[in-house]
């Protein structure tokens, strides 16, 4: 749960919803997120008004109250109970990685914008549209990935992208004019559709078409969503 912040005001961003482990079914290590989709239908209106009253509303005031006002992006990562009870994980100062992808291509507002109303503390009159259709990403990572990624493997067969579709790079560099893996996680493909299984569909027929020894990615993104919906 990602909001912007101005220190007094917060402005949420659309939710997410990440895969932590590396291998499909949710097993495997632990990694920094394998992809990611938005919106997350675990957050009802109703958790959505409990995660601003329990949890980013109080921190924003603690950390007025400590002399420390924060202006900028305010991480929350939760756990919801049965009951809708938001549990958090962590906090980061920052927007996370994967889960900002799918937020970033359903922003329809000028993220410049919303960040020099946060610097000027009048975020209290912002407004922010979002892509009403849903998105996914799928992470390209690295073989070896997470204890022991191996880097410098060519990487070919990049999909054009244009407003509904995108590839975020990561772990990437230019080696004289070969595009290589320079980390863990490789590239986010990430895609709108009408509809969370199209989305789906987009991104992995996106991510199907790179070539890169030994890189891997997950084949159940957003799977437990669809179960969810059917």
């Known amino acids: 749960y990602i909001v912007i912040t101005d220190g007094r005001h917060a402005l949420p961003m659309a939710t997410s919803q990440d895969h932590k482990r590396r291998d499909e079914g949710d097993r495997g290590p632990n990694t920094g997120g394998m992809g990611a989709y938005s919106p997350a239908p675990v957050v009802t209106p109703e958790i959505d008004a409990r995660i601003r009253r329990e949890v980013i509303e109080p921190t924003l005031a603690g950390m007025a109250a400590d002399g420390a006002p924060f202006t900028g992006f305010l991480y929350a990562g939760l756990m919801i109970g049965r009951d809708g009870t938001p549990r958090v994980l962590e906090f980061n100062v920052r927007l996370g990685d994967p889960e900002t992808q799918p937020i970033l291509l359903r922003l329809r507002s000028d993220l410049v914008d919303l960040i020099e109303a946060a610097l000027a503390g ?57 595009l290589v893996t320079a980390g863990g996680r490789v590239l986010t493909c990430c895609a709108l559709g009408r509809d969370l299984r199209e989305a789906r569909d987009r991104a992995y027929r996106m991510i199907g078409s790179i070539e890169s020894d030994g890189a891997f990615y997950r084949h159940d993104i957003g799977a437990k969503a669809l179960a969810r919906a059917a």
Do not use: C, K, M, Q
């Not at 549209?129 to 997470?146: C, F, S």
């Not at 590839?167 to 230019?174: P, Q, W």
């Open 122 to 178: 009048r975020l209290d009159g912002a407004r922010v549209e979002w892509d009403p259709r849903p998105a996914i990403g799928v992470v390209l990572a690295a073989p070896g990935y997470p204890e022991a990624p191996r880097t410098g493997r060519s990487i070919s067969g990049l999909p054009t992208g244009d407003a509904d579709n995108h590839v975020f790079h990561a772990g990437t560099r230019l080696d004289g004019d070969r």
